[in-house]
């Protein structure tokens, strides 16, 4: 017995667990942003933005061009064939994408300023408009008993008398233009487009899926409903509705949208979205103007004031926009509706309608992910109202050039590439998920044997839903970071975790 012993003790041990096998990242590549693109009178101005900060341009120039497309809004819309009625305006709607501590919010602040200095401008005008129109309180109530005093002595001297030539004082209370709302309910945001924001307003939200994943909710339905509405940018809307009132109409809901996000986050949500599940229908391809760069690999630091005639020149181009007039700017209207519009020059027309055709055809060629061909079709107003607001920042009026068709179509070809990296990456999130797991094992934050639910307790980004943890656990299983072992506990069969010591360095 002795000497069976000693042979145990003697023989190798086996190992059985074999070497990790890596997990590759499949992020996709993007196209390098071209300055190019942006209307002149905003090249320097963002550049300079970009380089004090030391933060993606992508950033910075996406917000510049939301805020442009929101002071247009529908006062001016571009018809795209030469014919027909076809509209389009440019409210659009966009994301930047990038982890924590990347600048997004300063970026979006940054250039969003034009935009908020407009809106504070006409709070102060609105301010100085309402004051002298309170002032005018007991004048308005003397003209109104004078009004009334007149009716009742024409009539009473002869019922069937004419009140043409009476008229009751006009001096309605003035309404404050609004550019921009934070944070308000859908009810709210249609009475300050009925009200005060005929022409569109933008819907900002610094953290945008908490907006996006709330109107997923079946008590909403009826609020994105109304943010679909919105992005059209021409489509009418009527509440009637007790308690608030009937008939309350909007002639066009037009709402931009603009926010930041984390990977995570958006690739949670899409993925999601790819597999048929909640949120599709179109919500998300609708955000075009959708950007997660590369981070600059160095860093400098940029320590000098901001370039003060980049600036001037980007927000005097910021103020026409404010003022525009669309009879001045050459702007067509016709007696069916809808904005004032502008046409492409012929050259243009001509290089828009080769990129139509093209397009059309890749969308009917079924390459594409069904998913991905509904966000590429929505190019079909991108590209012509980012035309529209290039040529209104550089020209300002007549039709709209070759120039600005080409600026529009490199947006195009460069926003197609971050879509793809967002759609791939979202198609490929069990291995990000996977990725983050072993990272944070590695750290320390997980430790041998670990159960499902503490893993999505951690909340960390893409495996907050278990489906999405499953599918990542089963990856790492795969590749050997890990096994999943079931363990009966008080009748109930729950997963457990099983790290490879391997993995751990043991």
Known sequence: ??????????????????????????????????????????????????????????????????????????????????????????????????????????????????????????????????????????????????FKKAVKGRLRDNPGASLADLTAADDPEPQLTRYVANDTSYQSLAELLRTGAP?????FRDELMSLIKGLDNEANVEARGFYLSGWN????????????GFNLHIPAVTISLFGSTQPGRICEYVSNVLAGGAGDDGLI????????????????????????YARGQAFAAYDCLAALDPAQMGASSDNYGGPPYLRFDEEAQAEFRQWRT??????????????????????????????????????????????SVLAAMAWGEFLESHALRVYGAAADISGDGARTIIRNIKKGEL????????????????????????????LLEEHHFLRVKPVETGGRRSPQVIINPKVLGQ
Request: charged share 25%; aromatic share 8%.
């Open 285 to 308: 391809q609708r955000f075009g103007f959708m950007v997660w760069p590369d981070m600059p690999a160095n860093w400098k630091d940029i320590d000098r004031e901001p370039d003060a």
């Open 199 to 203: 022409n569109g307003i933008l819907a």
């Open 447 to 474: 430790s041998s044997p670990f159960t499902i639910r503490e893993l999505k307790r951690k909340g960390w980004s893409g495996l907050t839903d278990e489906a999405h943890v499953m599918r990542a656990l089963e």
């Open 1 to 146: 017995m002795a000497s069976v012993n000693a042979r145990i003790d003697q023989a190798p041990i086996i190992d059985i667990w074999p070497e990790p096998q890596p997990i590759q990242s499949t992020l996709p590549s993007v196209l390098a942003f071209d300055i190019g693109m942006l209307p002149n009178p905003l090249h320097a101005w963002v550049q300079d933005i970009s380089d004090r900060m030391q933060a993606p341009i992508e950033y910075v120039a996406v917000s510049a061009m939301i805020a442009a497309g929101t002071l247009i809004g529908r006062k001016v819309g571009i018809r795209p064939q030469e014919n027909t009625d076809w509209v389009e305006v440019p409210n659009f709607w966009g994301c930047i994408i990038g982890r924590p501590g990347v600048l997004k919010s300063p970026s979006m602040k940054a250039a969003l300023a034009p935009l908020y200095r407009i809106a504070e401008r006409e709070r102060e005008l609105f301010q100085a408009k309402h004051d002298e129109w309170a002032d005018r309180e007991i004048e308005r109530e003397m003209r109104a008993d004078a």
């Open 358 to 403: 093209n397009l059309e055809g890749r969308l009917r060629n079924g390459d594409m992910h069904p998913t991905l061909e509904s966000h590429i079709a929505k190019y079909r107003k991108l590209i012509p109202t980012i035309a529209l607001v290039h040529h209104l920042m550089e020209i300002g009026s007549g039709p709209v050039g070759l120039l």
């Open 233 to 244: 940018g021409t489509e009418a809307y009527t509440f009637d509705r007790i308690g608030r």
